[in-house]
DNA sequence: TATTTTAGCGTACAAGTGTACGCTGAGATT
DNA sequence: AATCTCAGCGTACACTTGTACGCTAAAATA
């Protein structure tokens, strides 16, 4: 049982993946991308995909789940770096713009399947999301002064700033990015000023 | 001259956009469809296509135009609503979730195009959110105690995150709706609040 | 060692795609 | 009335796609 058939195995169901990912770009989205070219570009044979995936469906679904957990790691850095004296928003939002520098392809696949035509992918998606958003909310109720439903709302409008902020990036050159950012950092700003007015107290009063 | 000729090619055209914006679903993207499938739904044979678009790039970009027109002329209609004493942020966010559910299929290609593989319709997206951040903007700046940049960035934040609550919209019921939109209201409200009180006065000091 | 399992291959096929080409007949123009 | 224009059609072609089926050889198991 020294595994070397497994192990093979793996090893080209990575390939198959790390294909798909590499043919995806700013002109190519999943949905274009063909069970015959993936198998191509991974060096298989077209009939053989069907040994590691059902479906091209399957391998999307695998994709979302990678790209998900490479964010996750990112995040988690950025955490520790945080815990280490820098600025929480600043911090958060370098950290993100690393991720889509480094890995525009995931981030394009959360970006695009989000709203594509496979309810699977949206919720696969959307719980990737739901991660951040509820991470942020536990911090923010932690270290604010806010109520847990204002935290939640605070962080749903932040992430959401964020990632949208990310999706214009992609299409951006270096000036024009430190100028979202600049902008992005200062809607933040907007929003955590505004939660802790309205979160600290007279939750249920309208506002002015 | 009486155009007889004309009008046909004009009503054949149209009939091009409403077959294409038909087949449009939760699960139909603009990139799913095929040329001969929209001319089908059309009732005019493949090659006909050409006699009005080149491409089928060019029918989407008139998709987008067409979807844009709608979305704004739907926006007008707000603003005479305002005037009549309506509440600013509610009438906006109604109006908005009112264009999602009755005209679903121009917001989904909007949405899906936004962060497309087409540049051209990324842009032409990215052309019809600015008109609406540019409006909002304006009116920031001549309604609130805000200066000029920031009234832009308020409604760069603002536009964004009402964009992104009519994309859950779509699979959510309308329970969901309900309290998504009520978040929604919030968020604006801590944005409103956040901004008037950043841009206001010493605009480039750093908040505590 | 003999047997079973299985990743990967090649062939084959039906279905769908975009589009080149030439024709037709009904409006438009002269 | 004679001519021109051109929206729409049908045929045809070269491709690409997903996937069913059966084979092989090497690893795993007995």
Known sequence: MSGVRAQQKQKTRQALIVAAFNQLSAEHSFSNLSLREVAREAGIAPTSFYRHFKDMNELGLTMVDEAGLTLRQLMRQARRRIAS??????????????????????????????????????????????????????????????????????????????????????????????????????QLRYIAKGANHYGTHQVNSKPS
């Not at 600025?87 to 970006?111: A, G, P, Y």
């Not at 942020?136 to 949208?164: G, I, R, S």
Request: some cysteine.
């Open 85 to 186: 004296g820098g600025s929480v928003i600043n911090t958060s939002v370098l950290t993100f713009m690393e991720f889509i520098d480094t890995s525009s392809n995931q981030f394009r696949l959360l970006l695009r399947e989000r709203s594509g035509t496979s309810k699977a992918f949206r919720a696969a998606v959307a719980r990737e999301i739901q991660h951040f958003i509820l991470e942020l909310a536990h911090y923010l109720e932690a270290e604010t002064p806010c109520d847990a439903n204002h935290a939640y709302m605070q962080a749903e409008a932040m992430v959401t700033l964020v990632f949208n902020a990310g999706a214009d990036a992609l299409d951006q050159d270096v000036q024009q990015r430190e100028e979202l950012t600049e902008r992005l950092i200062w």
